[in-house]
Nanobody
């Protein structure tokens, strides 16, 4: 049974940091890209970051470049999203998603390029 389980969300003050994790099972984890998306109340789900199957390539939304870093450990079937200098506008439910291939291409932020999603973890940035 295919699963993606996110963890690491929580409440943090502006300027603080959080590290999200996503662990996959039920598929060949190291064959697929993994993306992070987020959805704030009343807004559409948006792409945050992507990492290719080997972990050698990443890309980020402009809104998080320089603050967020994505990595993966295929031996542990896990990807991480290190989020630094968090802002109130980063508040959202964060989801990891399994790509349909090892790299979804330059338009990685399009949700139809992913075929399985985790349940999400809440990130709240507030003083």
């Amino acid at each position: 049974q295919l699963q993606l389980v996110e963890s690491g969300g929580g409440l943090v003050q502006p300027g603080g940091s959080l590290r999200l994790s996503c662990t996959g099972s039920g598929f060949d984890f190291d064959d697929y890209a993994i993306g992070w998306f987020r959805q704030a109340p009343g807004k559409e789900r948006e792409g945050v970051s992507i990492i290719n199957s080997s972990g050698s390539s990443t890309d980020y939304a402009d809104s998080v470049k320089g603050r967020f870093t994505m990595s993966r450990d295929n031996a542990k079937n896990t990807v991480h999203l290190q989020m630094n200098n968090l802002k109130p506008e980063d508040t959202a439910v964060y989801y990891c998603a399994k790509g349909r291939s090892g790299w979804p291409g330059s338009k990685w932020y399009i949700t139809v390029l992913y075929d399985f999603w985790g349940q999400g973890t809440q990130v709240t940035v507030s003083s």
